[in-house]
Protein backbone atom coordinates (compact mmCIF):
# COMPACT_ATOMS: atom_id res chain seq x y z
CA UNK A 1 0.00 0.00 0.00
CA UNK A 2 0.97 3.64 -0.06
CA UNK A 3 0.93 5.56 3.23
CA UNK A 4 0.04 9.91 2.59
CA UNK A 5 0.98 12.35 5.05
CA UNK A 6 -0.04 15.42 4.92
CA UNK A 7 1.07 18.77 6.94
CA UNK A 8 0.96 22.94 6.82
CA UNK A 9 -2.28 23.41 8.46
CA UNK A 10 -2.69 25.84 11.46
CA UNK A 11 -4.51 28.87 12.43
CA UNK A 12 -4.61 31.97 10.46
CA UNK A 13 -7.18 34.70 10.02
CA UNK A 14 -9.67 35.80 7.42
CA UNK A 15 -7.75 36.65 3.98
CA UNK A 16 -4.73 35.06 5.19
CA UNK A 17 -2.75 31.72 2.93
CA UNK A 18 -1.37 28.77 4.06
CA UNK A 19 0.08 25.90 1.77
CA UNK A 20 -0.47 22.42 2.54
CA UNK A 21 1.41 20.10 1.71
CA UNK A 22 1.47 15.64 1.23
CA UNK A 23 4.07 13.07 0.71
CA UNK A 24 3.58 9.62 -0.19
CA UNK A 25 5.70 6.87 0.20
CA UNK A 26 5.48 2.76 -0.42
CA UNK A 27 7.21 -0.34 0.23
CA UNK A 28 7.03 -0.84 -3.16
CA UNK A 29 7.52 0.83 -6.62
CA UNK A 30 4.48 2.80 -7.37
CA UNK A 31 3.32 6.09 -9.21
CA UNK A 32 0.55 8.42 -8.34
CA UNK A 33 -2.20 8.65 -11.24
CA UNK A 34 -4.13 11.23 -9.49
CA UNK A 35 -3.78 13.70 -6.41
CA UNK A 36 -6.73 14.44 -5.13
CA UNK A 37 -7.52 17.46 -1.53
CA UNK A 38 -10.84 17.11 0.50
CA UNK A 39 -12.20 18.62 3.45
CA UNK A 40 -14.52 17.84 6.38
CA UNK A 41 -16.01 20.66 8.24
CA UNK A 42 -17.74 19.75 11.92
CA UNK A 43 -21.40 18.08 11.15
CA UNK A 44 -20.64 18.39 7.17
CA UNK A 45 -19.98 15.71 4.20
CA UNK A 46 -16.42 15.63 3.09
CA UNK A 47 -16.79 17.72 0.03
CA UNK A 48 -13.78 17.53 -2.88
CA UNK A 49 -11.24 20.40 -3.65
CA UNK A 50 -9.28 19.91 -5.97
CA UNK A 51 -7.94 17.60 -8.29
CA UNK A 52 -4.82 17.29 -10.54
CA UNK A 53 -4.41 13.76 -12.85
CA UNK A 54 -1.08 12.96 -14.35
CA UNK A 55 0.31 15.84 -12.93
CA UNK A 56 -1.32 18.15 -15.34
CA UNK A 57 -4.98 18.34 -15.90
CA UNK A 58 -6.58 20.19 -12.87
CA UNK A 59 -9.91 20.52 -11.13
CA UNK A 60 -11.03 22.78 -8.65
CA UNK A 61 -14.20 23.17 -6.69
CA UNK A 62 -16.28 26.54 -7.67
CA UNK A 63 -15.86 27.64 -4.29
CA UNK A 64 -12.23 27.43 -4.50
CA UNK A 65 -11.49 28.50 -8.01
CA UNK A 66 -9.09 31.33 -8.21
CA UNK A 67 -7.90 31.14 -4.88
CA UNK A 68 -6.59 28.04 -4.13
CA UNK A 69 -3.82 26.04 -6.61
CA UNK A 70 -2.69 22.24 -6.60
CA UNK A 71 0.85 21.24 -7.78
CA UNK A 72 3.27 18.70 -7.79
CA UNK A 73 6.42 19.69 -5.57
CA UNK A 74 9.81 19.23 -6.51
CA UNK A 75 11.14 15.91 -4.79
CA UNK A 76 9.63 12.78 -6.29
CA UNK A 77 5.45 11.92 -4.95
CA UNK A 78 5.16 15.38 -3.15
CA UNK A 79 1.70 17.50 -3.64
CA UNK A 80 0.97 20.92 -2.54
CA UNK A 81 -2.44 22.87 -1.73
CA UNK A 82 -1.80 26.88 -2.07
CA UNK A 83 -4.88 28.79 0.06
CA UNK A 84 -5.05 32.29 -0.60
CA UNK A 85 -7.63 34.51 0.34
CA UNK A 86 -9.17 31.95 3.40
CA UNK A 87 -12.55 32.45 4.42
CA UNK A 88 -13.40 31.30 8.17
CA UNK A 89 -16.35 29.06 6.16
CA UNK A 90 -13.38 27.13 5.50
CA UNK A 91 -12.42 25.82 8.29
CA UNK A 92 -12.14 21.82 8.09
CA UNK A 93 -9.80 19.30 8.18
CA UNK A 94 -8.08 18.75 5.33
CA UNK A 95 -7.43 15.76 3.57
CA UNK A 96 -5.02 14.56 1.21
CA UNK A 97 -5.60 11.60 -1.74
CA UNK A 98 -4.01 9.20 -3.85
CA UNK A 99 -4.75 6.85 -6.52
CA UNK A 100 -1.84 4.78 -6.75
CA UNK A 101 -0.48 2.20 -8.80
CA UNK A 102 1.58 -0.38 -7.32
CA UNK A 103 3.53 -2.15 -10.18
CA UNK A 104 2.60 -5.36 -10.30
CA UNK A 105 -0.04 -5.44 -7.87
CA UNK A 106 -2.48 -3.06 -8.70
CA UNK A 107 -4.01 0.01 -7.91
CA UNK A 108 -5.37 1.55 -4.22
CA UNK A 109 -7.21 4.45 -3.00
CA UNK A 110 -5.19 5.61 -0.36
CA UNK A 111 -6.07 8.57 2.57
CA UNK A 112 -3.94 10.46 4.63
CA UNK A 113 -4.69 11.82 8.51
CA UNK A 114 -5.83 14.79 7.71
CA UNK A 115 -4.37 18.04 8.91
CA UNK A 116 -6.61 20.98 10.83
CA UNK A 117 -7.20 24.60 9.21
CA UNK A 118 -8.99 26.99 11.18
CA UNK A 119 -9.68 30.50 9.82
CA UNK A 120 -10.54 33.04 12.24
CA UNK A 121 -12.80 36.27 11.69
Known amino acids: QVQLVESGGGLVQAGGSLRLSCAAASQFVFEIKTWGWYRQAPGKQRELVAL???????NYADSVKGRFTISRGNAKNTMYLQMNSLKPEETAVYYCNGDAHLIGRGDFDSWGQGTQVTVSS
Open 52 to 58: MRDGLNK
